[in-house]
């Protein structure tokens, strides 16, 4: 209470305080006064022995307790105040730092999102996804008999799901759509935690065959469909023709990024799913697990309990289990996995701009530190200590870093909405992505930290020096060692403008390589769209079905500019994994699937191969004769052939799929070329590469009863692609109304996707190495012009006594380029260490070592160019330097 009432004393208290030293010094005055001494002289050797009255008081105030606090804010007031005595520097300044702040902000708003927040389900950490592990196919679909043991046997989880995607074509509200769709099990939901909005979820019942038709629909197909109609819960609404009783609304942002997960419509139950190849227990049908593990359970303790399940159902099942496992993997890392690397990598360069901007603003500092000099150096006389005057400058360089900040948190929003918009479907939870309380932290940390890093030399440096010297100059001239030190942090920028130069090069390098590989195929005016027949095809027999596929075709291939047209079912370059296992005819029949061979089958049209432009190796490309009534064939790739039949006889051979009951011979009829199927630049890292082609008019009557709702078209044409697609369209409608065409990308777009990762890392770090371009460029004009302006006088002596106006220029221009020249050789250096370590985890260059001569050579001579240009300005000014007047300066 003491302390308190002293505090709000206090100006009293100094005013007492004050008027007791003045009280001392008088009756000191007057006792000498009284010794015969004037009062001129006296009053002068009484001070000599007070010493500095301010400071006295200032110790005295310390007593209190409270002069720190009152301190600050006065260093506060006190920095305000001069920063707006120079908005020029205060200006450039925020503005420097609310770039670096901003980038480093924006881009830590979607590490954030993506990787650090949890998964936006209650526990989420205890959710994983389940694999089926094949000796061939590390990461595969599981049967649903297989799940159904698993699920029986397991002692790990509280709740384990599985699911698998679909389509349906929704009908009877407005105009007919394609929905995207995922059966799923019973507990799915339950398994999330995810509640419904309005209704409730799949019962037990439901999900078996036979129990009717239920579905659970998104909010947004509920509001964009159904008007958001309370009343529609409980009516019936049509599914590729069939009637689905709607029981559930869930919410429209429930979506998991992962397998097929993406803004889903529609839900239906798995077990009701009539496909007979459901209880084939060697049948994937992409199915792919998620469970959630009982309290206390570990990952690794889940793994070994389901290791013992597999094993006994290897014994109890030989033919088909043997050899299986399960791979259990972090839903979390399941879903991030793939961006961690390169959003690490993007935000240790984007903390390189932030370094660049804080090297620049110290160097801003460093020169404004001269022109300070005599006031510091008067503040010194007068009493103020070097920590003093540290601590000042110090707050100075924070209040420069909090409006930079602040400003940086409005670039950063702005920022991280232009890049989401901009590449919305590149980042898994982009939607997650926001500013938060976790964001503004990073935001206030980083901008504390910014503002002691670049404001600690340059306070340093200007406390330090000498007061005599700096009030005999009066703040004209600069030390040695400051401009030492200003040339040293241009070093620094240009190393780290280079060290991201030469990232963002090599990424531009891995791109343009990347274009460069032959994909296996011809992508060139290729257009392809989904194809949903007509809803009452559903109910149709397989002849009609046939018909109505023979139809289509004739009528988009009569498409004027229409070179080619093929359907197809998977074959669908970088995004189909589809596999199959086989043995060959001539080898006895291995005792379990497990030791059969793999294989990616694709399921196309007779022209597919033609319009697709892969080359014949081998035997024939697949003709109209290739249907029903005829003998089953295939067309096999290279891989397979050499793999399979390395003596290069595969044409004529037959390979065998089916059970021990039942099998399906097929003869091999062609070879073709390898397509890239899983990317083009991580096709050849995949084990699984083999491929085979079966005709689309060959599939059984129980499979081709389900293609009506869902297939591709491949259309080679010539002129406007996109032009096509109302001519596309209207060849359709002549057929029927009702034929729905979804879809249209071209492929040159669906090999973009497959790139998307590296396009969104490529233009991030282009823009970071723009702005560390721009940044280091600034910062050498800044430290080059000063140097003129203090060297004015010098110049103008070399001048008078008959320097040519182009040695000047070379004198100036050689100064800044001797530095970044220094620059780029510790920036090469860096480089070629730090890349290398960045470019192994985030695994973003294909084609080019972290070493490439070639980029680092045109990254040096872009740095090169913008520090001649940084230099250019201040030389010409040089150049016109009046002798007279420079000599009058002094």
Same mark, same amino acid.
Request: with cysteine.
């Given at each position: 209470?003491?302390?308190?009432?002293?505090?709000?004393?206090?100006?009293?208290?100094?005013?007492?305080?004050?008027?007791?030293?003045?009280?001392?010094?008088?009756?000191?005055?007057?006792?000498?006064?009284?010794?015969?001494?004037?009062?001129?002289?006296?009053?002068?050797?009484?001070?000599?022995?007070?010493?500095?009255?301010?400071?006295?008081?200032?110790?005295?105030?310390?007593?209190?307790?409270?002069?720190?606090?009152?301190?600050?804010?006065?260093?506060?007031?006190?920095?305000?105040?001069?920063?707006?005595?120079?908005?020029?520097?205060?200006?450039?300044?925020?503005? @420097?730092?609310?770039?670096? %702040?901003?980038?480093?902000?924006?881009?830590?708003?979607?590490?954030?999102?993506?990787?650090?927040?949890?998964?936006?389900?209650?526990?989420?950490?205890?959710? =994983?996804? =389940?694999?089926?592990?094949?000796?061939?196919?590390?990461?595969?679909?599981?049967? !649903?008999?297989?799940?159904?043991?698993?699920?029986?046997?397991?002692?790990?989880?509280?709740?384990?799901?599985? $699911?698998?995607?679909?389509?349906?074509?929704?009908?009877?509200?407005?105009?007919?759509?394609?929905?995207?769709?995922?059966?799923?099990?019973?507990?799915?939901?339950?398994?999330?935690?995810?509640?419904?909005?309005?209704?409730?979820?799949?019962?037990?019942?439901?999900?078996?065959?036979?129990?009717?038709?239920?579905?659970?629909?998104?909010?947004?197909?509920?509001?964009?469909?159904?008007?958001?109609?309370?009343?529609?819960?409980?009516?019936?609404?049509?599914?590729?023709?069939?009637?689905?009783?709607?029981?559930?609304?869930?919410?429209?942002?429930?979506?998991?990024?992962?397998?097929?997960?993406?803004?889903?419509?529609?839900?239906?139950?798995?077990?009701?799913?009539?496909?007979?190849?459901? $209880?084939?227990?060697?049948?994937?049908?992409?199915?792919?697990?998620?469970?959630?593990?009982?309290?206390?359970? @570990? %990952?690794?303790?889940?793994?070994?309990?389901?290791?013992?399940?597999?094993?006994?159902?290897?014994?109890?099942?030989?033919?088909?289990?043997?050899?299986?496992?399960?791979?259990?993997?972090?839903?979390?890392?399941?879903?991030?996995?793939?961006?961690?690397?390169?959003?690490?990598?993007?935000?240790?360069?984007?903390?390189?701009?932030?370094?660049?901007?804080?090297?620049?603003?110290?160097?801003?500092?460093?020169?404004?530190?001269?022109?300070?000099?005599?006031?510091?150096?008067?503040?010194?006389?007068?009493?103020?200590?070097?920590?003093?005057?540290?601590?000042?400058?110090?707050?100075?360089?924070?209040?420069?870093?909090?409006?930079?900040?602040?400003?940086?948190?409005?670039?950063?929003?702005?920022?991280?909405?232009?890049?989401?918009?901009?590449?919305?479907?590149?980042?898994?939870?982009?939607?997650?992505?926001?500013?938060?309380?976790?964001?503004?932290?990073?935001?206030?940390?980083?901008?504390?930290?910014?503002?002691?890093?670049?404001?600690?030399?340059?306070?340093?440096?200007?406390?330090?020096?000498? @007061?005599?010297?700096?009030?005999?100059?009066?703040?004209?001239?600069?030390?040695?060692?400051?401009?030492?030190?200003?040339?040293?942090?241009?070093?620094?920028?240009?190393?780290?403008?280079?060290?991201?130069?030469?990232?963002?090069?090599?990424?531009?390098?891995?791109?343009?390589?990347?274009?460069?590989?032959?994909?296996?195929?011809?992508?060139?005016?290729?257009?392809?769209?989904?194809?949903?027949?007509?809803?009452?095809?559903?109910?149709?027999?397989?002849?009609?079905?046939?018909?109505?596929?023979?139809?289509?075709?004739?009528?988009?291939?009569?498409?004027?500019?229409?070179?080619?047209?093929?359907?197809?079912?998977?074959?669908?370059?970088?995004?189909?994994?589809?596999?199959?296992?086989?043995?060959?005819?001539?080898?006895?029949?291995?005792?379990?699937?497990?030791?059969?061979?793999?294989?990616?089958?694709?399921?196309?049209?007779?022209?597919?191969?033609?319009?697709?432009?892969?080359?014949?190796?081998?035997?024939?490309?697949?003709?109209?004769?290739?249907?029903?009534?005829?003998?089953?064939?295939?067309?096999?790739?290279?891989?397979?052939?050499?793999?399979?039949?390395?003596?290069?006889?595969?044409?004529?051979?037959?390979?065998?799929?089916?059970?021990?009951?039942?099998?399906?011979?097929?003869?091999?009829?062609?070879?073709?070329?390898?397509?890239?199927?899983?990317?083009?630049?991580?096709? $050849?890292?995949?084990?699984?590469?083999?491929?085979? !082609?079966?005709?689309?008019?060959?599939?059984?009557?129980?499979?081709?009863?389900? =293609?009506?709702?869902?297939?591709?078209?491949?259309?080679?044409?010539?002129?406007?692609?996109?032009?096509?697609?109302?001519?596309?369209?209207?060849?359709?409608?002549?057929?029927?109304?009702?034929?729905?065409?979804?879809?249209?990308?071209?492929?040159?777009?669906?090999?973009? $996707?497959?790139?998307?990762?590296?396009?969104?890392?490529?233009?991030?770090?282009?823009?970071?190495?723009?702005?560390?371009?721009?940044?280091?460029?600034?910062?050498?004009?800044?430290?080059?012009?000063?140097?003129?302006?203090?060297?004015?006088?010098?110049?103008?002596?070399?001048?008078?006594?008959?320097?040519?106006?182009?040695?000047?220029?070379?004198?100036?221009?050689?100064?800044?380029?001797?530095?970044?020249?220094?620059?780029?050789?510790?920036?090469?250096?860096?480089?070629?260490?730090?890349?290398?370590?960045?470019?192994?985890?985030?695994?973003?260059?294909?084609?080019?070592?972290?070493?490439?001569?070639?980029?680092?050579?045109?990254?040096?001579?872009?740095?090169?160019?913008?520090?001649?240009?940084?230099? !250019?300005?201040?030389?010409?000014?040089?150049?016109?330097?009046?002798?007279?007047?420079?000599?009058?300066?002094?």
């Amino acid at each position: 209470m003491n302390a308190l009432r002293r505090m709000f004393s206090r100006r009293r208290l100094y005013s007492d305080l004050s008027a007791e030293i003045a009280g001392h010094l008088q009756e000191k005055i007057d006792e000498l006064v009284a010794s015969g001494i004037s009062r001129e002289e006296a009053t002068r050797m009484a001070r000599r022995e007070f010493g500095n009255v301010t400071l006295l008081e200032e110790r005295g105030r310390e007593v209190w307790q409270w002069p720190s606090m009152e301190s600050f804010f006065a260093d506060v007031r006190f920095g305000l105040r001069m920063l707006r005595k120079s908005p020029g520097f205060t200006v450039v300044a925020v503005l @420097t730092l609310a770039l670096g %702040i901003g980038a480093n902000t924006a881009l830590f708003s979607v590490v954030n999102g993506v990787l650090l927040n949890p998964l936006p389900y209650p526990n989420s950490d205890r959710l =994983v996804t =389940v694999d089926a592990s094949k000796p061939q196919f590390k990461r595969g679909s599981i049967s !649903y008999p297989n799940f159904l043991d698993w699920h029986r046997l397991n002692q790990c989880f509280s709740y384990f799901s599985v $699911s698998r995607g679909t389509g349906f074509m929704l009908t009877g509200a407005g105009a007919p759509e394609e929905l995207d769709a995922v059966a799923v099990t019973s507990d799915f939901f339950a398994m999330l935690g995810v509640k419904p909005i309005l209704g409730r979820s799949f019962t037990p019942e439901e999900d078996q065959i036979g129990m009717g038709h239920v579905v659970a629909i998104s909010a947004d197909l509920w509001r964009r469909k159904f008007s958001a109609s309370r009343d529609i819960i409980g009516k019936e609404i049509s599914l590729d023709g069939k009637g689905y009783t709607v029981v559930g609304i869930f919410p429209g942002h429930f979506d998991l990024p992962m397998y097929y997960f993406g803004q889903t419509d529609a839900y239906i139950p798995l077990g009701e799913f009539a496909n007979p190849v459901l $209880s084939n227990r060697v049948a994937g049908l992409g199915i792919h697990g998620i469970a959630r593990l009982k309290p206390g359970v @570990t %990952i690794e303790q889940a793994r070994a309990d389901m290791q013992r399940v597999t094993n006994y159902l290897a014994q109890v099942y030989p033919e088909a289990d043997k050899d299986m496992g399960t791979a259990l993997t972090p839903l979390k890392e399941t879903i991030v996995g793939k961006v961690r690397g390169f959003l690490l990598l993007l935000l240790g360069a984007v903390g390189f701009v932030l370094l660049i901007a804080c090297v620049n603003v110290a160097n801003l500092l460093l020169a404004r530190g001269n022109t300070r000099s005599r006031e510091i150096a008067v503040r010194s006389a007068l009493g103020a200590g070097t920590s003093r005057l540290i601590r000042q400058m110090l707050t100075e360089s924070v209040l420069l870093a909090a409006v930079g900040g602040a400003l940086g948190l409005a670039f950063a929003a702005a920022g991280t909405r232009a890049t989401l918009a901009a590449l919305p479907s590149t980042l898994p939870r982009a939607n997650e992505v926001g500013m938060d309380a976790h964001v503004l932290w990073f935001t206030i940390v980083i901008s504390l930290c910014a503002g002691v890093f670049f404001g600690l030399l340059p306070a340093i440096r200007t406390a330090r020096h000498s @007061t005599y010297e700096a009030l005999k100059e009066g703040g004209r001239s600069v030390s040695p060692s400051r401009r030492h030190a200003q040339g040293a942090l241009v070093v620094v920028q240009m190393a780290l403008a280079l060290v991201l130069l030469a990232g963002a090069g090599l990424l531009i390098r891995s791109l343009s390589q990347l274009w460069k590989i032959d994909p296996g195929f011809d992508p060139n005016h290729i257009i392809t769209f989904n194809l949903a027949l007509p809803p009452q095809m559903n109910r149709a027999s397989p002849a009609a079905i046939r018909a109505a596929l023979h139809n289509f075709d004739a009528a988009i291939a009569a498409v004027p500019g229409v070179e080619g047209e093929s359907l197809s079912w998977g074959a669908f370059p970088m995004y189909s994994e589809d596999d199959q296992n086989f043995w060959l005819a001539d080898q006895p029949r291995p005792a379990s699937e497990g030791q059969m061979y793999n294989m990616l089958d694709y399921i196309v049209g007779p022209d597919y191969l033609e319009v697709m432009h892969i080359p014949l190796l081998a035997g024939r490309f697949f003709t109209a004769s290739d249907n029903e009534n005829s003998k089953a064939v295939v067309v096999i790739d290279e891989v397979l052939a050499k793999k399979y039949f390395p003596n290069g006889d595969a044409v004529g051979k037959i390979i065998d799929q089916g059970d021990a009951t039942h099998t399906f011979p097929f003869e091999i009829v062609g070879v073709v070329g390898h397509v890239k199927q899983w990317g083009l630049d991580t096709d $050849s890292q995949n084990s699984l590469r083999a491929q085979l !082609y079966f005709p689309f008019m060959q599939l059984g009557d129980n499979v081709i009863s389900v =293609v009506p709702s869902n297939s591709n078209v491949i259309v080679r044409a010539t002129g406007d692609l996109l032009g096509l697609t109302d001519a596309i369209r209207a060849a359709s409608n002549r057929l029927s109304k009702d034929e729905v065409l979804t879809n249209f990308e071209t492929m040159h777009e669906i090999i973009e $996707s497959s790139l998307a990762p590296r396009r969104f890392a490529m233009m991030l770090l282009g823009a970071f190495a723009a702005v560390a371009l721009a940044l280091a460029g600034i910062g050498l004009y800044g430290v080059i012009a000063y140097a003129v302006g203090q060297r004015t006088h010098e110049i103008g002596i070399r001048i008078a006594l008959g320097a040519h106006p182009r040695d000047v220029f070379r004198l100036v221009v050689g100064q800044g380029l001797r530095l970044a020249i220094a620059g780029v050789f510790i920036g090469a250096a860096a480089a070629l260490i730090l890349i290398r370590v960045l470019s192994s985890f985030s695994q973003l260059l294909y084609g080019i070592g972290g070493s490439d001569p070639v980029t680092l050579i045109a990254v040096a001579a872009v740095l090169l160019a913008v520090a001649f240009l940084a230099c !250019y300005i201040p030389a010409r000014r040089a150049m016109r330097v009046d002798p007279m007047v420079a000599l009058r300066y002094e």
